[in-house]
Structure formats: C-alpha cells, structure tokens
C-alpha cells in the first residue's frame, strides 16, 4: 500500500482540491484509491449524521466503498480548531484511533491519500498535533503552499517544521488561489531555490471548486 499525508502552510490554501487532484493522478496507476481525512472542523447535520464538505469530496472521490466514519473518524460541527472543537464536544481525539480506522481502509486500497486539517502544527489536545498524525501513519509528507502574499515565510517556516519531526517531505504544491498574484513566477521559483525537495505541481487559479474540468497537472510522489 502506497499514500501521501496532504499538509498546509495555513487552512483555506487548497488542502482538499490538492487531494482531489493527487487522488485523481494515483486512480490512473492504481485501481484502488481512497481518501481519509481523520479529523474534520466543520460540519454539518444531515438524516446520516455530521457530515464535512472536504471529507464528503474525498469520500466520493474513493474508488473503494467504505463508510463515512472510515473516512472521517472525527467530524465536528463547530468550524474551529480542532482541539477546541473536541474540547466542546467532550471527545478525546486518540492517534491510535486514526491509526486503526487507516489500517483498515488501508488494507483494501493500493493507495491512500490523507488530508490534514489546518496546518502542519494545528494542536489536536494538549500533547499531540496534526505532526503526530503523518508520524503515526508513517506517510511521506506533501504540502501545500497558497501563492499569496506571505507564503514565502509560510511556506519556508513549514518546510523547516516537517524537517525538524524528521518525516519524509515528498515535496510540494504550488496553488494559486489569487487570480493575479503580483511576481507569481517569481515566488515560484524563490521556493524552488530554497526547498530541497520537488515542486510536484502548479495548480492554476480557479473560480469553480469542480476539479473535473483540470487537467491533471500533478506528478504523483
């Protein structure tokens, strides 16, 4: 079984659309693909239970049938950070809980594509953070950087973090989630000089969230 672990220099840069895409890139190679987003702020009711719009994305993205819940183990409705979302909803937020629900989808996909929520440091309780979910499932690491003003600090500083917990840094994605950021190429090729790792993809701005009408314009890790 082969899988990334999809990171952020922020929340809002594109995490979801960069599964999709890579998701996508892998059912080309792979006849067996599945998307996990373990832990997921925000959410909805619906007559089957809480439901997230980027796990829901993911989920229906799979070309393996499993259950909501294997997708997205923790879901909650309030649209804050995690360990505070928890907090409120009275639940613990358990790596080996994620770890077993992985396991299992896992052991029915050749490939899986795992989305973090928020950053590569977003707190999940008092000791752990979304770090500690790439390490426990042993995954090489991809992030995301939103083109914008601000990214080359963000993206460098994260790039540093995921080096300092000694995970595997697969590469990166450069999403351009501005229409006509000033210098993009320029930015672009700043991190490339700085980043001892591939640029795997630039995915070009968009007005509709419908990735089907891309090409596909990632290299798989």
């Not at 396991?103 to 770090?131: C, F, H, N, Q």
């Not at 992030?143 to 917990?165: F, K, P, T």
């Not at 490339?192 to 009408?213: F, M, Q, W, Y």
């Amino acid at each position: 079984m082969k899988g990334v672990f999809v990171t952020g220099t922020d929340t809002g840069v594109g995490k979801t659309r960069v599964a999709l895409e890579l998701m996508a890139a892998a059912s080309t190679r792979f006849a067996r693909v599945v998307g996990f987003k373990p832990i997921a702020s925000g959410a909805r009711q619906t007559a089957q239970g809480l439901r997230n719009d980027d796990a829901l994305a993911l989920w229906s993205a799979s070309t393996v049938e499993v259950d909501y819940a294997e997708v997205n183990p923790y879901v909650f409705e309030a649209a804050i950070a995690p360990h505070l979302a928890a907090a409120r909803a009275g639940v613990s937020i358990e790596l080996t809980h994620i770890a077993d629900v992985y396991d299992t989808i896992a052991r029915r996909a050749d490939y899986v594509v795992v989305e973090g929520a928020g950053g590569w440091l977003v707190p999940l309780s008092a000791s752990t953070d979304m770090a500690d979910v790439a390490a426990t499932l042993h995954l090489p690491v991809v992030l995301v950087v939103a083109m914008r003003l601000g990214c080359l600090n963000h993206a460098l500083l994260s790039v540093e973090a995921i080096a300092q917990r000694r995970q595997r840094f697969a590469g990166w994605i450069a999403n351009c989630i501005e229409p006509d950021m000033p210098l993009l190429q320029h930015n672009i090729d700043t991190l490339k000089a700085r980043i001892d790792a591939p640029l795997l993809g630039v995915l070009p701005h968009t007005a509709s969230a419908d990735n089907a009408e891309l090409p596909r314009a990632l290299t798989l890790p």
